[in-house]
């Protein structure tokens, strides 16, 4: 599922709905030469629908008969959304380390595996509080979740009695944070796309 790109010569075949059309496009000469078994056009299905007036068309491979045209966009910008998990993952987390730390391969798979399991913890729980407190879970600043709830987890590793661990776990999940954490969200908003960038995808 790729945007489509500006210039993109096509022709279409068929029409499966509003907005929905079986395409023909020229297999690039370049491609050709590199492997002269390729055929002389490519098939595809382009979607188009509105984002905020403006129009967008994405190109893709799911069968018209399986999935609508309305759910190929949803899907289209639901894989953005996991475009920024992964970016929460890398700047938030690995505090925008170009390498991981591990030096051999067990270690390397450890690390990976702590660090989604670790992401899933603090979606989780941002998700829950902001349920709670009748907040949407996208609301929530990934960022402010992670660093609020590490430092939580700290104290509560250092606490000298366990009997503290109920309150601490439930100022982990209190209304405070979940307000500054939106707040931080829909200011990080403000300054992010809406739309996937519209990455240079060469088609064959």
Not at 46 to 63: I, Q, R
Not at 90 to 113: G, P
């Amino acid at each position: 599922m790729i945007p489509e790109r500006r210039g993109t010569v096509r022709t279409e075949l068929e029409h499966c709905g509003d907005g929905d059309y079986l395409m023909q496009m020229n297999v690039s000469p370049q491609a050709r030469k590199k492997n002269p078994a390729l055929p002389e056009y490519w098939q595809v299905r382009a979607v188009t629908y509105e984002v905020e007036g403006k129009e967008k068309t994405v190109f893709t491979s799911l069968p018209a008969s399986t999935f609508s045209a309305e759910q190929v966009a949803t899907l289209y910008h639901e894989r953005w959304e996991i475009e920024l998990g992964f970016r929460d993952i890398k700047s938030s987390m690995q505090d925008n380390a170009l390498t991981l730390r591990s030096k051999t391969v067990d270690l390397v798979y450890q690390e990976l595996w702590g660090l989604l399991l670790a992401y899933n913890v603090v979606r989780r729980e941002a998700s829950q509080a902001a349920v709670a407190h009748k907040r949407a879970p996208s609301e929530v600043s990934f960022k402010f979740a992670c660093q609020h709830i590490a430092s939580h987890l700290v104290v509560m590793a250092g606490a000298v009695s366990p009997s503290h661990t109920p309150r601490r776990l439930e100022e982990l999940r209190g209304s405070k944070w979940v307000a500054v954490a939106c707040r931080l969200a829909n200011r990080a908003k403000r300054q992010t796309p809406v739309d996937p960038k519209a990455y240079r995808i060469q088609p064959p």
